[in-house]
Structures are given as structure tokens and as C-alpha cells.
């Protein structure tokens, strides 16, 4: 992506359909890259806890499924002075340990309801 697209500002603020909150905190592409990184932690740390016998809920407290989207805003602020390239990075290295550790699992492990 040229430079100067990775910070181009997004505005969505005059499409009145669009009305979820990432439609307004989200507003370049780091911050999205972000947002990804971030929920790749996520993940990684549920498995991992799960798997070493700790059973752990996906999102962390004060968290919640009703709650999750303060938990975004935090991600957002946690993360307004990481630049592009950081951000990226970041990205990639998650992207990877999730690919890696997905294929450590059968298709039985992902896909059975309620195997572990």
C-alpha cells in the first residue's frame, strides 16, 4: 500500500445506515490493523489458557458479549501512537501464530461443538 493511502482519514459520517460504532472509532487503516492484532491476542491467549487446563472465557472481565464494543474503544486509545509500520507488523506476526496454531488441531477439534 503507497504511503500515502496508510493514512488516508475514513468518514463515514454522512451514510446514516451506517450506524455501528467501528463506523465512527476506526479511522484509518492502523487503526484497523490494530483492532485485528488485538483480537488475534485475544485468541491466542483463550487457546493457549484453555489448552494448559485454565478455563477461560474469550473476552476478558470486565468484558462481555454486551459489553465488548467498550473493549474496542480501549484497543483504539491503548493504541493511538502505534504507527503504520508497527501496526503491521504486529499484525503479521499474530496472523501467523493463529495459522500455526490452528493447524496443530484435526478438523474434529475445530469443528465439534463443545469438544473441549
Known sequence: MPGDAQSIIFDFSNDPKLKEAHWARDKNICDILIHLFEWHQLLLKWIEANLS???????????????????????????????????????????N?????????TDEELFTKKYY
Open 97 to 105: 501464530k493463529v495459522i500455526e496454531l490452528i493447524e496443530t488441531f
Open 53 to 95: 487446563g485454565e478455563s477461560k472465557p474469550f473476552l476478558p472481565q470486565p468484558y462481555n458479549w454486551k459489553t465488548y464494543g467498550d473493549m474496542n474503544i480501549r484497543f483504539f486509545e491503548k493504541h493511538q501512537a502505534t504507527s503504520y509500520e508497527d501496526a503491521n507488523s504486529m499484525l503479521h506476526a499474530t496472523h
